[in-house]
């Protein structure tokens, strides 16, 4: 309410916000809920990520082709486009029918690189580089790969400003002229080749009041098109000299890695080609892969995008390895958007987009773990601050809500609590399956669901140990987080749950898998979670030792071979850790979690092993894994560079087309390569 007087200095004005749960009616807020300031620790996330999210870089979802600055929003969209036949290639992602194959991405976004083709026959067969230099300014090159006639081909510019930003675009012959609302003007230049005019029919669309294009037909040979908003930079050699200097510092910081400098190069580009921005969220991030969408509504493809937990927490852990001060920010920044998308519930929703969130269950819990190594590794406090009291009160939600009797381990569950929720799409068997990231894994077949409970009747051995795991990493992290009296009780979770464990190992096949609640025994489908209990310190050595010789190691089960040089294995399990045991009757008609080979759960073994490393067994046995897992990455990066959601255990990969068995370029899949620079770095 407000009131006013003709003095317009005597004006007095009010404000009551109403707060209430559900159907609750709502209540005045108190005072003292309000204060006037962030706290230090939220201020110093809002200057984190504004940081990030900075200058040219690949941030809109749909376009790999698109150069966008921030804070303004212009954008350059480029594409290639084949005169005769008027096929373009552009806009366009990683995995669609164009050919894309994707190199270098700087966490500065100082430098990147990427060739593009097309499938359509109509295009004429030709291969382009597409390399630029962003940041503050941008410089930017297409380049034939191979030779070229004149006017065979066009590079098409168009102008524009994403998320519905204002400001307006013109062109004039092969220069683009911006002016973004509330920001300095910004030239564009074309450089290369002549100025043409824009083609119909499958050429991009043509510019709209508030854009611009510039087309420019490409000269013969391999002679570059260069995009420049560097007023110095006034011709193709000016452009080609800079990128070049950036170029080299790029390839210097792979070159400390060694005989890993491409495992390097590899896994960065995995989180770097798939970081984007998008104004639903506080700052940049990197979704699993640029092409999936849960945003409600969209009202075009710019606010594309969708965080899933456990997997875009995966991203952070790629990104804090390479020993890069922009990478770190990177880390955080996706980290905070991961966790900070907790529900009032007070869980880490299985997927986030827009505002909307699966409100019925969670995913694997890693978020404690992978903060507790970026604090270890980084000796900064700033994320344990920020992130503790959502992580504790996750583990809580845990301890409330999934913890099965009567011995209370961790099972699985779907159910949506909040009052007025829809119960139409969850409470049953398959949204439960769904929490455990494992969305078809045989360990679940069948409906052991009780829609009363709305808990799985199944005590889950993977799902247990990452809740002792972190129970434990949130007892290391309290006291940095000035929550010193948390630890007696996390302490105790992890211990507890952690003897709770060790009754979840069946002796008859010597081996931990999951267990009926009702006493009719353990369900002995067995997958690379059963080495999961070594992360809870819950085995004893001789079960470790057990877990290694009789399971990893064994060319009928996990396909590791002692070496790492895939010794003993057939062709149908060769690259190792398939993610159900090749002995099972799921594996050989091979799906999704039946078979293939994941990035996180060789990342979840390794970080098992890593646990008892004391037994010699154990410490070659995670080398051995560190060496298939690194070979399997770069098959499909040296073959199409490509970054795979799962991989197929078959060494020819022939039942996928000698391509990857998933999403073609899904950044998890990169944890197969990074636990080579992990063993590097012991």
Known sequence: SSSSSKNKQDAVGSLTLLWGKGNEEPEPLPNDALVPTVSAVEQARIELQSSVAQGWNTWLQPDVMSVTSLPSGLTLAVSVCAVASKVCVGPTKIQQPDRVRVGAHAYNHSY???YVASADAKFGGGNFSVEWSGGPELDLLVTPVAPISAGEYEVHVMGRFA???HGTVSAASTVLQATPAGLPAVTAHVYGGSAA????GNMPPTATAEQGEVVVAMAAGTAAVAITTVAEHTSVADVQKAVAVHRDIEFNTYARFGANAEVALATQAAITWTEIYTPAEAGPFCPVSRSWNFAPSSVNSDFFYVIFDWDNIFASYIAAQHQNPAGYRLAQSNLIQVIKSSTAAGFVPNFSAGGRKSQDRTEPPIGAKVVLELYQKFNDSFLVQLLYPTLY??????VENRMLAPDNLICLGSWNAQPNGSHSDCNNMQDARFESGLDNSPMYDGNFFNTDSHLMQLYDVGMSSMFAMEAAALAQLAPIAGHSADVTELTHRASTMRQLIATLWDGSQGVFCNRFNNGSGFYARITPTSFYPLLAKAATDDQALALVQNWLLNPKRFCIAPHGDFAGNNDTCYWGLPS????????PPLGYWRGYVWGPMAQLVYWSLSEYTHLPQVAAGRLALSKQMRELMLSQWHLHRHICENYNPHKSADTSHGDCS?????????????????????
Request: charged residues 15%; hydrophobic residues 50%.
């Open 393 to 398: 009160k996750w583990n809580t939600w845990f």
């Open 163 to 165: 998320w519905l930003r």
């Open 112 to 114: 990147a690189q990427l």
């Open 197 to 200: 005019s824009a083609a119909a």
């Open 662 to 682: 998933g999403t073609k370029f899904y950044h998890w899949g990169a944890l197969t390569g990074l636990l080579s620079l992990l063993e590097q770095q012991k």
């Open 580 to 587: 159900v045991q090749a002995s099972d009757p799921a594996f």
